[in-house]
């Protein structure tokens, strides 16, 4: 058990860049929301889901939309409320911690800023470990544990509930409701117990984000060794270290899709071309696929040690590209299965990148 | 309180196209089902909702689609079941009787199967008395009344419950939904309590559907007087006798929108034409708009007194095109402004057809 405090929000947050993998949103309003919920009610305690009764339930909480950040679309700061309060009466039982369903972007802060609200501790874990661009997309999924009852609420307090036949169907239904809704909701969905987010879980995600956070800070900081105590932490590699030359994003039926293409810093014969849905795909050298979904690829500015989103990319920006593993049940043929390059539409077999911590 | 019988079901099919208006869906499967039900389970009680318990929840049920039959997407016979079943767990009560949200097309015939199948009386009244294209308008509506929480339910058994914070937003959301289900759902919405009912739905609906129903059986019977009979007790006119020479129909976001051009039998200068958006909107007779929603205009077919759904339109058809006021609700300022001309995007004055029964 341990507190997130005032000094841990700006770790957190490039922690979560760094998992957002370009995407799940821009995390700067969900810092300020968090300082001020911090401000307001105290250290958010983060818990572990074996300290928790193991039948108790944990609410999830995430927002979905368009790869937008906060900025863009107002909350009304009372959509997670209404929405888990939707969950709670329609499970008929009250829940006991706040579960992160994504522990990247600006769903690594959220659910933070949601549990101080609400006076309930935060579980140090989530079902991705990473972002994503569909809700199926997670270690809950591998384990057959349904997306369902899941609910929506959007700024002007709209409520949907989905009790979808199965995770796909979910994602299907949750994607009409948030264009309906105008591009943004918070959501609640994969209600499980304790003792399933232990078993099924990814446990440490928070920590993993914040750990991953503060050695992207100590680059930031001109710390000796820091780059290389964030690649050995992530098992990571610098796969490019290249300057953009072309971006393109478009927005379309709820997601922004795109690509990135940079040219190497000392061998300009050397490209590389970065797909996009939501979050970075697939990172192509000169047409080779070199990291993949799900395994992780994240632009680190060089100068600056910044992660970046894809809505803060720009021409000319330099840049590392990082890719890390994903975690291990990612890795798996059922998880390869899920959220491997053929679920986005590409035809090509995966190759896990790098290690296997 | 009567009994709907196996020698009901034509003569309210009958009467479910004449308030379906060009729309509400062809309702031969609707009959088919009813006969088996009734053949299953015995007659099916119509009651009124003042000789129910006033506090009794009433349990509303429709289809909801782009226009379609039930032909077309084929019902795994327990949607109804699993939306009531959805709204009475998440209402925590049970339901007394089935209340038909829209008695026109499909929807005036669907109830009673689901009535039949759950052992439940089905309320004589309804909340339009004609087949609308959008949720929001019904008379409940008009009497502040929520369409929330209401429950969509596809026949892969997907279930979606919607919580919006108006009428309007419950169509934004529900459409949207039926559109990623396959354009096809069994919904439930307004769950009202008898006393509701009674004090604001559209009492004997289902009566009154079957009343024009055996007056158009007598017509195809050749009885003497029967269409004057049928004018009179709807207090409709005959505003246009014509050929069809011209349709045109797609199906766009959910609806099916067209128009329909008929030319004078006997007066080849006289043309009318038929705008639609899933039912029978405005007539206009050289430009001129002589009926307009929400008073209703009905296809009969010369030859065979048949009330033509816009699907079932042919080129070169010989149409009696038929008047009615709408129920007087609907011809108040509000009910004007909740589904007159304006609510379809037209620039046009509601006036009022005919009479004020």
Redesign the interface.
């Known amino acids: 058990m341990f507190y997130i405090t005032h000094d841990d929000v700006e770790d957190l947050a490039l922690g979560s860049y760094v998992l957002g993998t370009g995407g799940g949103g821009d995390s700067s309003l969900a810092k300020i929301m968090l300082r001020e919920a911090i401000k307001e009610h105290g250290p958010v305690q983060v818990v572990d889901a074996s300290d928790l009764d193991p039948d108790g339930l944990l609410l999830p909480i995430a927002v979905i939309g368009a790869g937008v950040g906060f900025e863009e679309k107002l909350l009304n700061g009372g959509e997670a409320e209404q929405a888990l309060h939707?969950l709670e009466?329609?499970m008929g039982r009250k829940g006991v911690a706040i579960f992160p369903i994504e522990v990247g972007g600006v769903n690594t802060l959220f659910p933070l800023v949601v549990a101080a609200k609400l006076g309930l501790p935060c579980v140090d874990a989530d079902s991705m470990r990473r972002a994503f661009p569909r809700l199926e997309l997670t270690v809950l999924t591998l384990a057959g544990i349904p997306s369902s009852p899941a609910v929506l609420v959007d700024a002007?307090?709209?409520?949907?509930?989905?009790?979808?036949?199965d995770n796909a169907?979910a994602e299907?239904?949750a994607?009409?409701?948030v264009?309906?809704?105008g591009m943004f909701a918070v959501m609640s969905a994969y209600p499980i117990t304790a003792q399933q987010c232990v078993d099924h879980g990814i446990l440490k995600s928070l920590s993993y984000a914040l750990e991953l956070g503060r050695r992207v800070s100590a680059i930031q900081e001109g710390k000796p060794d820091a780059y290389q105590q964030l690649l050995e932490y992530a098992d990571a590699e610098i796969i490019f270290s290249g300057k953009v030359v072309d971006i393109e994003r478009r927005v379309t039926g709820g997601w922004t899709k795109g690509t990135v293409t940079l040219e190497h810093l000392t061998d300009p014969d050397r490209t590389m071309r970065v797909d996009i849905q939501n979050e970075n795909l697939i990172a192509f050298e000169d047409g080779e696929a070199k990291v993949m979904t799900p395994d992780l690829i994240t632009f680190l500015d060089i100068e600056t040690a910044t992660p970046m989103t894809t809505e803060s990319l720009s021409y000319g920006q330099r840049l590392n590209v990082i890719g890390m593993p994903a975690y291990s049940a990612w890795r798996t043929p059922a998880g390869v299965e899920l959220a491997g390059p053929r679920t986005f539409g590409y035809d090509i077999d995966y190759v896990a990148f790098g290690g296997t911590k």
Chains 1, 2 share one sequence.
């Open positions: 939707t009466k329609y002007k307090s709209n409520a949907v509930l989905l009790e979808p036949i169907a299907t239904l994607r009409a409701t264009v309906a809704m």
